[in-house]
């Protein structure tokens, strides 16, 4: 079948099988490897991207489902000068980067909850209001697992995003 989607905004026409998901859709058919596969069921999070803003396991996510929606990857998260995005500066920054096998799908969960916590109000389902604590930052995160167990400067430099803005 043929979709039809923005993707790091270009417009985008594929043509998949009805079982594709997004993950097989981005890595094979798009070419776009910055968005890792892990454990494909939904457990590791390193597969996260965007979709209209929030993030989404694309390992879980079936390409169909993307019609007429806005998707970014890793890959689109660069300023149009080819700058870093803040997030990935803080990433970088605080020594938040191991193997980096986990590093895309953190920072596009931690952008997503830029995203919401920039449009001042609750998340919902989280209880988190504008800006996060580091608790608050540490519970968005749990579904993204670093098998080299960096956690404590992947949360510190989350953190240093969200204390930018207060
Ligand atoms: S590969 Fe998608 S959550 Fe692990
Ligand atoms: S930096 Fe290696 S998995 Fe997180």
Known sequence: MEITFTLNGKKTICHIKV???LLELLRETLNLTGTKPGCHEGECG???????GKSVNSCLYLALNTNGKEITTIEGLTKPNGGLDEVQESMIKNGAVQCGFCTSGMVLNIKALQLETM??????????????NRNEI???LEGNLCRCTGYVKIIDAAEEVFNKGK
């Open 19 to 21: 079982s594709t998901t």
């Open 46 to 52: 390193a597969c996260t991207v965007l979709i209209n």
């Open 119 to 132: 449009q001042n109000k609750k998340v919902p389902g989280s209880g988190i209001k504008n800006s996060p």
């Open 138 to 140: 540490k519970k968005w």
